[in-house]
């Protein structure tokens, strides 16, 4: 599904290069964990294929074909999801909002199905109070599965997840892994906190 041909990535120069040579295949309904140190370049490959950024060197491949071919944004509004460390979430809106809207702007198969987005929601943990307050007044930990469960809502087929239960404890940790792989046949690449 996914392949990266010799991928290499520096920020400032060639000789200060984060990673070279990355030869890696995901294949779809897989989930895939991305170790590393701190700074080692975890959210910089991750940004890499999720077409946030042009590799500096080398390829990457979405079912055979190069993304940037595709072109960056059309490859991510049809196929990519993410789950940033930052939340990312519209924060003038409520939780259900911030699905509804993510629903309706990726044309997910849910779209305007506020059932299915409340009891995603409830899945990952929030009450019906909260999911209909300003996301503002909600935890870290509750904004980040408010981003978990908008990632679930839409029909991406590669969900992009970055320290996506840095923020959680061990209760609710357990409820956002299941969700992430299970929902459907995706590819999910997660980085390290979630198997710490
Ligand atoms: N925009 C940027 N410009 C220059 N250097 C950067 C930029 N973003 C990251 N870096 C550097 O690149 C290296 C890798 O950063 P990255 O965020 O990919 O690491 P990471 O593995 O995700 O770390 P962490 O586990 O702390 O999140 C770090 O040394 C960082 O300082
Ligand atoms: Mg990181």
């Given at each position: 599904m996914l392949t990266t041909k010799n991928l290499g990535y520096w920020?400032?120069?060639?000789?200060?290069?984060?990673?070279?040579?990355i030869n890696l295949e995901f294949e779809q309904g897989q989930s895939y964990a991305i170790v590393?140190?701190?700074?080692?370049g975890k959210t910089t490959f991750l940004s890499l294929i999720a077409g946030l950024e042009k590799p500096r060197v080398g390829e990457i491949d979405y079912n055979g074909h190069s993304i940037n071919d595709i072109g960056l944004t059309k490859y991510r509004q049809q196929n990519v999801s993410i789950v940033f460390q930052s939340y990312?979430?519209?924060?003038?809106?409520s939780p259900l909002n911030n699905l509804l809207t993510a629903m309706a702007v990726t044309k997910?198969?849910?779209?305007?199905?506020q059932k299915y987005a409340k009891d995603m929601l409830r899945k990952l943990g929030l009450t019906d109070e909260q999911m209909t307050?300003?996301?503002?007044?909600?935890?870290g930990g509750q904004k980040q599965r408010v981003a978990i469960a908008r990632t679930m809502c839409c029909d991406a087929k590669l969900v992009v997840a970055d320290e996506?239960?840095?923020?959680?404890d061990e209760e609710n940790t357990p409820r956002s892994n299941p969700t992430l792989p299970r929902n459907r046949p995706r590819t999910k690449s997660l980085c390290d906190h979630c198997y710490s």
């Open positions: 920020y400032d120069r060639p000789e200060n290069s984060l990673f070279t040579d590393g140190q701190s700074g080692s990312n979430l519209l924060t003038y809106m997910s198969s849910h779209q305007g199905n307050k300003n996301v503002q007044r909600l935890s996506p239960t840095g923020n959680l």
